[in-house]
């Protein structure tokens, strides 16, 4: 992923610095943080208890701007991309979450599901190590909207694949067969990054 390969020319930092050694390095830096404030604005009212699991972490970003904010937070991805000293993220072959039932009292999974090999396993295990899940899942309302989105997020992630995005109304149906409860659903529109075009719907569920 390019994303990967960013971080990867760099060295990890730390939170609270902002690096200077690299011209890109603060560009990077700062789109990171400036898009997990974003997500923090959209969820932070759905978030329960101070520990939190960033499911499919990627850069940790999101996970950097909570730990910031006071929050207990945990890295889970199936591979290390973080850039982050601070906050390590664990990994796992893409099945089992590596903790207990209830470990957390609030999961995000930011952007991830249409990643996944096995999305209800996921879903699953996220209910299962936590007590809320809030979801950013990329959807689309009609054709031309499903493509510019899926190339989109296939050539910036370099995954040349069509991604198996849902609309919110196939999201309840299966939130509703496998006996969840949603306590929040919102549908929006975003420039992430100030360019790129993205339809999200966001879900709490329990």
Not at 87 to 106: A, K, V, W
């Amino acid at each position: 992923m390019p994303l990967d390969f960013v971080t990867r020319s760099f060295p990890k930092i730390s939170i609270n610095d902002v690096p200077s050694d690299n011209a890109y390095r603060p560009i990077f830096y700062k789109a990171v943080n400036s898009k997990a404030k974003k997500t923090y604005r959209r969820i932070s009212a759905l978030i329960v208890g101070n520990r939190i699991l960033d499911i499919g972490t990627g850069v940790g970003g999101n996970a950097a701007y909570l730990h910031k904010r006071g929050f207990d937070v945990k890295s889970l991805d199936v591979k290390d991309s973080s850039y982050f000293h601070e906050l390590p993220t664990e990994m796992y072959p893409g099945d089992i979450f590596p903790y207990e039932d209830n470990s957390f009292d609030t999961a995000i999974i930011i952007h991830v599901i249409h990643h996944a090999e096995d999305r209800l396993q996921l879903l699953r295990e996220a209910k299962r190590v936590a007590k809320r899940v809030v979801i950013i899942e990329d959807t689309y309302r009609n054709l031309p909207e499903h493509l510019v989105i899926g190339t989109i997020d296939s050539v910036f992630n370099g995954e040349f694949y069509w991604h198996p995005y849902n609309k919110p109304e196939k999201w309840r149906e299966i939130f509703k067969e496998e006996g969840w409860k949603v306590l929040h659903e919102e549908c929006y529109s975003d420039l992430v990054y100030n360019f790129l075009y993205g339809r999200y719907v966001i879900f709490a569920i329990e």
